[in-house]
């Protein structure tokens, strides 16, 4: 309401005002960015078509995340999303596209977490959820606990209406093929993860994964462990990874990245080198995405390729997979 009568002094406090708030509002609005994986691994003798078909998991996986930022959603929605198309995509390894365990099923691991308020969520292990991604951010959001495997995670996607289908969906003759070849040297991987930084200012990570072919029945690896494959911290970094997740697990890849931006002052390019060639050196393969507390990106990876992706509101992008 305006004053009926508005002395000099109110007046000249008001316009104050205004011109000290206006440029405030603007430049709340802070640039946003996402990052991508599509697993780390050779890829190997593919033909252009299929270089070609992976690029354009990735672009569509990282258009509807970057789309959810440009609109003001949360980096965690972005995440949530363009994992979910990742996961639909049976190139990647993780939801649809999983590989097989030893015993010839699919068991699929996922975890998120968000930097606003350091909330994490995980599953380990669930055979028919279609969206592990999802449920991991219902066991963040919705229950009391950061982990649930099994059973005891499929009745709780089950009791949130979460989608679930036969685990006939994930089927796939080629990545059987693969398995009973196998015994051999597959080196196949193809996680997938997101890193995002949304307009406020706040950052969520997320990893999803069907593994590693042939693993035994039961095995879980680094993707849904909060520290080893995902981590995020406002203003630090975030990280997810992929690769041979015994080793992720051991050496907390993600969480000992941040850790050295956070307290060796290290950027997250220098940071994500360090860790990646200390795993080469004990012949652990596996590479990082990683951006930091201003939405700038790293890759390191010390396999011959990792499939990825960046996209930030200044007008950056691209989508990569060879060295
Ligand atoms: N890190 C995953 C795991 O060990 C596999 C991968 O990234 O390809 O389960």
């Given at each position: 309401?305006?004053?009926?009568?508005?002395?000099?002094?109110?007046?000249k406090?008001?316009?104050?005002c205004?011109?000290v708030?206006?440029?405030?509002?603007?430049?709340?609005?802070?640039?946003?960015?996402i990052?991508i994986?599509?697993?780390a691994g050779w890829?190997?003798?593919?033909?252009?078509?299929?270089?070609?078909?992976?690029?354009?998991g990735?672009?569509?996986?990282?258009?509807?995340?970057?789309?959810?930022?440009?609109s003001?959603?949360?980096?965690?929605d972005a995440?949530?999303?363009a994992i979910?198309?990742?996961?639909?995509?049976?190139?990647?390894?993780?939801?649809?596209?999983?590989?097989?365990?030893?015993?010839?099923?699919?068991?699929?691991?996922?975890?998120?977490?968000?930097g606003?308020?350091?909330?994490?969520g995980?599953?380990?292990s669930v055979?028919?959820?279609k969206?592990?991604?999802?449920?991991a951010?219902?066991?963040?959001e919705?229950?009391?606990?950061?982990?649930?495997a099994?059973?005891?995670?499929?009745?709780?996607a089950?009791e949130?209406?979460?989608?679930l289908v036969d685990?006939?969906?994930?089927?796939?003759?080629?990545?059987?093929?693969?398995?009973?070849?196998?015994k051999?040297?597959?080196?196949?991987?193809?996680?997938?993860?997101?890193?995002?930084?949304?307009?406020?200012?706040?950052?969520a990570?997320?990893?999803?994964?069907?593994?590693?072919?042939?693993?035994?029945?039961?095995?879980?690896?680094?993707?849904?462990?909060?520290?080893?494959?995902?981590?995020?911290?406002?203003?630090v970094?975030?990280?997810?990874?992929?690769?041979h997740?015994?080793f992720?697990?051991r050496?907390?890849?993600?969480?000992?990245?941040?850790?050295?931006?956070?307290?060796?002052?290290?950027?997250?390019?220098?940071?994500?080198?360090?860790?990646?060639?200390?795993l080469?050196?004990?012949?652990?393969?596996?590479?990082?995405?990683?951006l930091?507390?201003?939405?700038?990106?790293?890759?390191s990876?010390?396999?011959?390729?990792?499939?990825?992706?960046f996209?930030s509101?200044?007008?950056?992008?691209f989508?990569?997979?060879?060295?």
């Amino acid at each position: 309401m305006w004053p009926t009568i508005v002395n000099y002094k109110s007046l000249k406090v008001l316009i104050l005002c205004l011109i000290v708030t206006i440029p405030l509002q603007s430049s709340e609005k802070q640039s946003f960015s996402i990052v991508i994986h599509g697993g780390a691994g050779w890829f190997s003798n593919l033909s252009d078509d299929e270089v070609q078909a992976i690029k354009d998991g990735l672009s569509n996986a990282i258009d509807v995340g970057f789309t959810a930022l440009q609109s003001n959603q949360t980096s965690l929605d972005a995440v949530e999303k363009a994992i979910v198309v990742l996961e639909n995509n049976d190139l990647f390894n993780a939801g649809k596209g999983s590989v097989y365990t030893s015993e010839e099923k699919q068991e699929m691991d996922a975890s998120i977490m968000y930097g606003l308020n350091n909330q994490a969520g995980a599953v380990a292990s669930v055979t028919n959820v279609k969206n592990p991604i999802s449920l991991a951010r219902h066991v963040m959001e919705k229950t009391k606990h950061v982990m649930f495997a099994g059973k005891g995670a499929e009745r709780l996607a089950l009791e949130a209406g979460i989608e679930l289908v036969d685990p006939e969906y994930f089927y796939s003759e080629e990545k059987l093929r693969r398995l009973r070849d196998l015994k051999k040297e597959e080196k196949k991987m193809g996680t997938v993860g997101v890193v995002a930084i949304d307009v406020y200012g706040n950052m969520a990570a997320g990893t999803s994964t069907g593994g590693m072919t042939n693993k035994l029945p039961g095995r879980i690896g680094d993707a849904p462990i909060i520290g080893a494959g995902t981590w995020v911290e406002n203003k630090v970094c975030g990280v997810s990874g992929t690769g041979h997740g015994e080793f992720f697990i051991r050496f907390n890849v993600a969480k000992e990245i941040c850790d050295r931006v956070k307290y060796k002052n290290l950027s997250i390019s220098e940071a994500a080198n360090q860790v990646v060639d200390e795993l080469q050196a004990i012949e652990a393969d596996g590479g990082v995405i990683v951006l930091d507390g201003r939405g700038r990106h790293a890759f390191s990876f010390n396999t011959p390729a990792m499939a990825r992706a960046f996209k930030s509101s200044d007008g950056k992008e691209f989508v990569e997979i060879y060295k």
